[in-house]
């Protein structure tokens, strides 16, 4: 079983995650570092399956007050 790279769904390159043979992920969010979008995702038998587009904000970090 050699771990497989979870390609993106939108523009088709590599993200950081690696899935095996058995791995099952449900409701997955996604995230392409090239594209910045996220996605909901299904895995099974390196099978995926896209949910939804769901929209990438980059997270900014606001001063406590």
């Known amino acids: 079983m050699t771990p497989q ?3 993106c ?3 088709d390159n590599k993200t950081r ?4 043979a ?3 992920l449900e409701n997955f969010p996604l995230f ?3 594209c910045k979008i ?3 995702i299904n895995v099974r038998q390196l ?3 896209l949910i ?3 929209n990438a904000q980059a997270q900014s970090r606001l001063p406590i007050k």
């Open 5 to 7: 790279w979870i390609m």
């Open 9 to 11: 769904p939108m523009c």
């Open 17 to 20: 995650i690696k899935i095996r």
């Open 22 to 24: 058995d791995t099952i």
């Open 32 to 34: 392409c570092p090239k």
């Open 38 to 40: 996220e996605n909901l």
């Open 47 to 49: 099978r995926m399956s």
């Open 52 to 54: 939804k587009e769901t």
